[in-house]
């Protein structure tokens, strides 16, 4: 059976889900990243990025997902998934590395964050999609597991079109265990090329209805 982690320390802080009709992406700034926080966060519908030297706590007013029924990989994403070898859990930190892009300042992924989502992984909260060939690491993403949702944080590639199959090989993971109708692939937000992986925009409201379904389901992961 799957495992259930074990909740983490209450959050200290009081965390809100912005209303509906908020208009706005970022919602709070501020908090902390200790697991408590996090998964009382991706709870209720927000995530976590930088805002200058602060944390911003963001709820989209329309939100990227991607629907797992029906998911029909198009030709170039079973190409790609035939390619490679998928894993999960193997190489977590590596692939957060990946996708933090040392070197680059564009990248929102800091030091801090990198280590906020490896001790979620220790704890059994977050989770790698792999995939690997004869190289080694290819590409890969990473995201945060509650019950049926699963909230993807950022991918990477060393190889051509090795984050494609990488969640190709999410998708096939998620509808494995049953219950796709209801299990959530948050997305963030939509952008063309997640449109091109099947993502669409859903309105905070019904991102919520949808969150909340996924949530009573148990989780894929071990």
Do not use: N
Request: aromatic residues 10%; negative net charge; proline residues 9%.
């Amino acid at each position: 059976m799957p495992g259930v982690p074990a909740e983490p320390l209450p959050t200290p802080w009081q965390l809100e889900a912005p209303p509906d009709e908020y208009p706005d992406d970022l919602w709070a700034v501020g908090a902390d990243l200790a697991p408590g926080t996090l998964v009382a966060a991706y709870r209720i519908g927000l995530f976590p990025m930088p805002v200058g030297a602060r944390i911003g706590w963001f709820s989209p007013a329309t939100r990227g997902v991607v629907p797992l029924e029906p998911f029909a990989p198009s030709r170039t994403l079973r190409r790609a998934r035939q390619h490679y070898e998928i894993r999960v859990d193997t190489a977590f930190a590596d692939v957060v590395s990946g996708c933090a892009r040392p070197g680059d300042p564009a990248s929102w992924i800091d030091p801090g964050v990198e280590a906020a989502y490896e001790e979620l992984h220790e704890l059994g909260w977050a989770h790698s999609v792999e995939a690997w060939d004869t190289d080694g690491l290819a590409g890969g993403l990473y995201g945060v597991a509650i019950g049926g949702l699963f909230a993807a944080e950022s991918m990477f590639h060393v190889r051509t079109d090795a984050s494609k199959a990488a969640f190709v090989g999410l998708v096939e993971l998620l509808r494995a265990a049953g219950d796709s109708d209801r299990r959530l692939l948050d997305v963030q937000w939509l952008t063309p090329h997640l449109e091109t992986l099947g993502a669409v925009d859903v309105s905070r409201a019904d991102y919520r209805v949808a969150l909340s379904r996924a949530l009573d389901l148990p989780s894929v992961w071990r």
